[in-house]
């Protein structure tokens, strides 16, 4: 890809936010309850690299993610810590692939904790795969005209003289 100087690219300050610091079994621990938690941040980053197809262009919107789910993480660590840890370790620990069903009971008591601390109800299966409308602030992108190109060669004049075919019509069978 060839770069002008007309091409704006982010400072490096600009790019750097605090990371969710997590392993993979506590990641996929709390995905279902960040999903459900911070649907609004990720549905409105999605839809601006829909829209713009720019990602510098939805920096402030992918910051709004990783906000929120470091606060989803913090409030978790505040009131359900150790049936997260329970959770994340069974994932772990329980087979090579973080597989859900071997870890059903410390799901359950998990669950139970972000429902009445945090007071969100784990998804139901399918719940991210449902087709949801969402709605923004931000302008609508403006849309692109379509080209029209004019015709290569212009049409005969109406009193152009048209004879007959040479060999007859293609159409014989109407005759």
Request: charged share 30%; hydrophobic share 30%; glycine share 6%.
């Amino acid at each position: 890809m060839v770069l002008t100087n007309d091409v704006y690219l982010p400072s490096e300050e600009e790019l750097t936010v605090p990371e969710v610091n997590l392993s993979g079994p506590a990641l996929r621990a709390g995905a279902f309850h960040l999903g459900k938690a911070c649907e609004a941040e990720n549905n409105e980053f999605m839809l601006c690299r829909q829209e713009l197809k720019d990602p510098r262009a939805c920096i402030a919107e992918g910051k709004a993610v990783t906000n929120c789910a470091l606060e989803f993480f913090r409030k978790v660590k505040k009131s359900c810590a150790q049936e997260f840890t329970q959770y994340a370790n069974c994932l772990d620990k329980s087979s090579g692939d973080l597989r859900f069903e071997y870890c059903r009971k410390t799901q359950g008591v998990y669950d139970k904790c972000v429902l009445e601390n945090l007071h969100i109800e784990r998804p139901d299966y399918g719940y991210f795969t449902r087709a949801k409308v969402h709605a923004t602030d931000r302008p609508a992108p403006p849309k692109k005209e379509k080209t029209v190109y004019p015709d290569a060669t212009p049409g005969l004049p109406e009193d152009y003289p048209r004879p007959d075919a040479k060999y007859g019509s293609r159409f014989h069978w109407l005759n």
